[in-house]
C-alpha cells in the first residue's frame, strides 16, 4: 500500500522500480567516485521537467546516494544539475588522477 501511495504522489510509473533495478545491475558503479555502495538512479533530464523521459535508459545514471545529492543536486534537491554527466566525470577523472600521484 505504502509503495503505490508513493508512486501516486511522485507520478511514477509503476514499471520504475524494475528499470531502477535492472539499470543498478547494468551499471554498478557511482560515475562519479566509482563505488558500488548506497547506489541511486538519477534523472539527467528531471521527470519534473520532462515526464515522457522516466522510463528511457538513456536518461539515467548510476550515482551513490553522497554523489546524487552533490552532483545530481547540487547539495540541494530541489535543484537540477544540466551538467551532471560532464561533473561526475571530471570529478571521476581528479579521483583516479590523484590515485596515480600517490
Not at 536518461?59 to 561533473?87: A, M, Q, R, Y
Request: aromatic share 10%; charged share 25%; proline share 2%.
Amino acid at each position: 500500500m505504502f509503495k503505490f501511495l508513493t508512486n501516486l504522489f511522485l507520478f511514477r510509473s509503476g514499471k520504475w522500480e524494475t528499470l531502477r533495478c535492472s539499470f543498478i545491475k547494468e551499471n554498478p558503479y557511482c560515475i562519479a567516485c566509482g563505488t558500488n555502495k548506497k547506489l541511486q538512479v538519477h534523472h539527467i533530464e528531471s521527470v519534473h521537467t520532462n515526464s515522457k523521459r522516466e522510463l528511457d535508459k538513456t536518461n539515467l545514471c548510476t550515482l551513490c546516494e553522497t554523489c546524487h545529492f552533490v552532483f545530481g543536486h547540487l547539495h540541494n534537491f530541489k535543484k537540477i544539475n544540466p551538467s551532471i554527466i560532464e561533473d561526475a566525470v571530471n570529478h571521476m577523472q581528479r579521483i583516479k588522477d590523484n590515485s596515480l600521484n600517490m
